[in-house]
């Protein structure tokens, strides 16, 4: 049965090839090849994929998904496609499916939004609610730099609390947008923000989310 991370894999790597090796990303400095090789290494390479979060190991993470870069581009598409080897904990279906499905979502967005041309991506009422569930759980962590409160609210009233504080600023979207806010993206996501225009000025001089 396929899942909610690989049709978004699959997704990834479709907008990857399309857009080719060059074409400009949501994340910050980075072109279609260097996402695609920091997805790879992530996958692939966890004895450097911990400088993610880990500062002690960001330069052999550097160095590791330079090599990445450097091989040629339709061979970076191709391992994103096939996924993790074997041994690999992200072969796992139920980690693959609650640490890729917001990851690949993402990135898939980064590549999307980053295009002049691009448009809405529809969520169907499925996955939009898995993705609020993922949302609900981590929005603390994701949260924890902003200089106010900050509540997550779907169009539907539910809620989630991503940083506790006053003032607070509201942000209202749908749940694929509440996602990219909260993870950096917020210039890029369709959201409406509610609160006192101090506080909105502040959130918007910080940038939300983890590494990814």
């Not at 450097?48 to 590791?64: D, N, Q, Y």
Request: aromatic share 6%; proline share 6%; net charge neutral.
């Amino acid at each position: 049965m396929s899942t909610h991370a690989k049709r978004e894999r699959l997704l990834l790597a479709d907008l990857l090839e399309a857009a080719g090796p060059d074409a400009p990303t949501l994340c910050d400095g980075w072109s279609t090849r260097e996402l695609a090789a920091h997805v790879v290494v992530r996958e692939r390479r966890p004895d450097a994929a911990g400088g993610i979060v880990l500062g002690v190991l960001k330069s052999r993470l550097e160095r590791v998904q330079a090599e990445f870069a450097a091989k040629p581009y339709e061979e970076l598409i191709q391992l994103i496609r096939t996924g993790p080897p074997r041994m690999s904990p992200y072969a796992l279906k139920q980690l693959d499916e609650a640490a890729n499905t917001v990851e690949f979502y993402v990135h898939a967005e980064d590549v999307r939004r980053a295009q002049p041309d691009w448009t809405p991506r529809e969520l169907d009422a499925v996955f939009a609610n898995v993705l609020w569930s993922r949302i609900e759980k981590v929005a603390r962590l994701l949260g924890r730099k902003s200089p106010v409160g900050v509540v997550l609210r779907r169009p539907d009233g539910q809620t989630a609390v991503a940083h506790r504080g006053t003032p607070v600023v509201t942000v209202t979207g749908e749940p694929g947008e509440l996602v990219l806010f909260a993870f950096g993206r917020q210039d890029a996501a369709k959201v409406e923000l509610e609160g006192d225009e101090a506080a909105i000025a502040r959130l918007a001089e910080v940038k939300l989310g983890i590494a990814m």
